[in-house]
Antibody, heavy 122, light 110 residues
């Protein structure tokens, strides 16, 4: 059974850098085909895809946020880390990590972590 | 900037059928976008309903189905039940490792 759990600060100040960690079990990012993504959801708003990292260390970012995001992995710890620079109150959101499953060329997010709420405020 | 559009809200009677759609601000949605659908209730993480256009995820009731209707992806709920009252999101794969979520649809049972 695959499970994922997000962790990080609940509160960050504007202009600071946010660092979030996704710790997972039941899979390994050293295994071919394994991929993990970050997704966020501002309160009362829609989900937004942020970034993806693959087993071979390929990395992909949201077009609108790519200059602020860095995704990385620590295979030995079964963790994926997302860094977002220059935080702003509009970045207040619940941040989720999710495994990306695949069948052929089709991919989808499953399962998801429970999410962690990050508030940006001075 | 690609926008994936969904109806903001839908109301359906218990036992009724509702079709939610997922379109592109420019262009048509086809199976090559590998649309997937997620259900989210307040305070909960999303749950996968449909992937690869029309494949139900494990444990999802068969009253949920997916398809391409015209130039949009569609999620059809047939025989809606009270616990189907949720927010529903589609996701399209744009290629190059990039995904875009839809704007979401809130489904209310009358």
């Amino acid at each position: 059974q695959v499970t994922l759990k997000e962790s990080g600060p609940a509160l960050v100040k504007p202009t600071q850098t946010l660092t979030l960690t996704c710790t997972f079990s039941g899979l390994s990012l050293s295994t071919s085909g394994v991929r993990v993504s970050w997704i966020r959801q501002p309160p009362g708003k829609a989900l937004e895809w942020l970034a993806r990292i693959d087993w071979d260390d390929d990395k992909f970012y949201s077009t609108s946020l790519k200059t602020r995001l860095t995704i990385s992995k620590d295979t030995s710890k079964n963790q994926v880390v997302l860094r977002m620079t220059n935080m702003d109150p509009v970045d207040t959101a619940t941040y989720y990590c999710a495994r990306i499953r695949a069948v052929g060329s089709a991919t989808w997010f499953d399962p998801w972590g429970l999410g962690t709420l990050v508030t940006v405020s001075s | 900037q690609t926008v994936v559009t969904q109806e903001p809200s839908f109301s359906v009677s218990p036992g009724g059928t509702v079709t939610l759609t997922c379109g592109l601000s420019s262009g048509s949605v086809s199976s090559s976008y590998y649309p997937s659908w997620y259900q989210q209730t307040p305070g909960q993480a999303p749950r996968t309903l449909i992937y690869n256009t029309n494949t139900r995820s494990s444990g999802v009731p068969d009253r949920f189905s997916g398809s391409i209707l015209g130039n949009k992806a569609a999620l059809i709920i047939t025989g809606a039940q009270a616990d189907d009252e949720s927010d529903y999101y589609c996701v399209l794969y744009m290629g190059g490792g990039i995904y875009v979520f839809g704007t979401g649809t809130k489904v209310t049972l009358l």
